[in-house]
């Protein structure tokens, strides 16, 4: 399963993310950011190779429907509602998306 983590720049929660879920889930990662500012700033290519979407907060899910409608149409956004409180692999980001994350991916499976 392809997943793909979004977040604002693409610097703290979705790298994490892409990092902790890389290893020991049988997935392929990847993230990107909404923000033209972002490390990686999210792609039509992006959408189409992700399986399943994470983003970590509404304003995310928002901004890429806005700009991938039809890319999106029949792709699962989950928004996990995780705010831009954490540095990259901060340890209680870590623990928060190893707690939320894995029953999607059950269901998924």
């Known amino acids: 399963m ?10 703290w929660r979705s790298p994490t993310a892409e990092r902790v879920f890389s290893v020991g889930y049988g997935v392929s990662t990847r993230s990107a950011g909404t923000s033209r500012h972002a490390k990686h700033t999210i792609s039509s290519k992006d959408i189409e190779w ?14 890429i429907k806005e700009k991938f409608p039809k890319q999106l149409q ?14 990259y692999m901060d340890e209680a980001l870590i623990e928060l998306l190893q707690d939320v994350i894995p029953p999607y991916l059950d269901d998924f499976a």
Do not use: G, T, W
């Not at 392809?2 to 693409?10: A, D, E, M």
């Not at 992700?50 to 901004?63: D, G, R, T, W």
């Open 2 to 11: 392809n997943i793909l983590f979004i977040c604002s720049r693409n610097q």
């Open 50 to 63: 992700a399986e399943l979407i994470f983003v970590m907060e509404q304003k995310h899910k928002q901004n």
């Open 74 to 87: 029949h792709k699962k956004i989950i928004v996990l509602e995780i705010p831009d409180d954490y540095h």
